[in-house]
């Protein structure tokens, strides 16, 4: 059964600080992806990794950074948290082809990130 | 543990049928229920289900809750195959750390496939 894991589940920082959100997956799966949820939003993509030190913006990435040095790690990087990125946090993974279209997407189960 | 449960994992139809994807869930202190299409890059949001018996449209989308036995259908009626896709279903349970907030779980989805 493919596990895909987060670092925190719950997470309380203070502005200005620098963030470091953690995913490893443990089915070799060469896509990854960062998402956030929001009440009323659904789920936004940050940023995506379709191979190692590979990645590509989604749809709201500013604010945000990632880095995947190894295959079944990606990691999202606030580097100075903002009260408008508290938001749940999710990471998922698949191993279909680059872009992981249509493949389904294993979920990590959250981390909360309060920014106060 | 928390879990959701979808059904089934993948399915074939061709253009013109009805299906019904369905998803059960065992969770403590649900909050809501949502359901999402994922094609490319990110999922879309459907719908977001609160109340038991209220069934919630769009186009030939439409799905319904179930508190009682825990579980939601989703429906699509004339499917098309711009419908293909994979339909993820996931759960928000309220879980208080400093305040209420609300943790996603998601099932796997259901792979649909459409055939012309």
């Known amino acids: 059964d493919v596990k895909v894991t987060q670092s925190s589940r719950y997470l309380v920082k203070r502005t200005g600080e620098k963030v470091f959100l953690e995913c490893v997956q443990d089915?070799?799966?060469?896509?990854m992806f960062w998402y956030r949820q929001d009440p009323g939003l659904g789920l936004r993509l940050i940023y995506f990794?379709?191979?190692?030190?590979?990645?590509e913006k989604g749809d709201i990435p500013e604010g945000y950074s990632v880095s995947r040095e190894k295959k079944e790690r990606f990691s999202l990087i606030l580097e100075s948290a903002s009260t408008n990125q508290t938001s749940m946090y999710l990471c998922?993974?698949?191993?279909?082809?680059?872009?992981?279209?249509?493949?389904?997407?294993?979920f990590g189960p959250g981390t909360r990130l309060t920014v106060l | 543990e928390d879990k959701v449960v979808q059904s089934p994992l993948s399915l074939v139809v061709h253009e013109g049928d009805t299906v019904t994807l369905n998803c059960s869930y065992e969770?403590?202190?649900?909050?809501?229920l949502l359901w999402y299409k994922q094609e490319k890059k990110a999922p879309t949001f459907l719908f977001m289900l609160?109340?038991?018996?209220i069934e919630k449209k769009s186009g030939r989308l439409s799905s319904i809750l179930d508190k009682k036995e825990l579980f939601s259908i989703l429906n699509i009626t004339a499917t098309q195959t711009g419908d293909s896709a994979v339909y993820l279903c996931?759960?928000?349970?309220?879980?208080?750390?400093?305040?209420?907030?609300?943790?996603?779980?998601f099932g796997k989805g259901t792979k649909l496939s459409v055939k012309p």
């Open positions: 998922a993974s698949t191993p279909g082809l680059a872009g992981g279209q249509t493949d389904t997407q294993y």
């Open positions: 089915m070799d799966h060469e896509n």
């Open positions: 990794s379709y191979d190692v030190k590979m990645k």
């Open positions: 969770v403590t202190n649900f909050r809501s």
């Open positions: 609160t109340s038991s018996g």
């Open positions: 996931a759960v928000e349970a309220l879980v208080e750390y400093g305040g209420s907030q609300g943790n996603l779980i």
